[in-house]
């Protein structure tokens, strides 16, 4: 474990539950939330076999309406 992660998880082991919720929410604003996650990586690798397969529906064959 690095330096710097070290020292961090010792001051929050200090905090209290409140406290370390505060600051989980705050850590949570540094985190890109658009990365796919295995789930999304194995629904695009399906769409894109139904694709090949040519068993998607064109845009314009479906009624909107």
Same mark, same amino acid.
């Given at each position: #474990? /690095?330096?710097? %992660? @070290?020292?961090?998880?010792?001051? *929050?082991?200090?905090? $209290?539950?409140? $406290?370390? #919720?505060?600051?989980?929410? *705050?850590?949570?604003?540094? *985190?890109? +939330? +658009?990365?796919?996650?295995?789930? +999304? *990586? /194995?629904?695009?690798?399906?769409?894109? $076999? $139904?694709? %090949? %397969?040519?068993?998607?529906?064109?845009? +314009?064959?479906? @009624?909107? @309406?």
């Amino acid at each position: #474990m /690095s330096p710097i %992660r @070290n020292l961090l998880v010792g001051m *929050i082991d200090c905090l $209290e539950e409140p $406290e370390q #919720m505060l600051l989980f929410e *705050i850590a949570k604003r540094f *985190i890109p +939330d +658009d990365i796919a996650t295995q789930e +999304d *990586i /194995s629904a695009h690798a399906a769409a894109v $076999e $139904e694709y %090949r %397969r040519g068993e998607t529906i064109p845009h +314009d064959a479906i @009624n909107w @309406n």
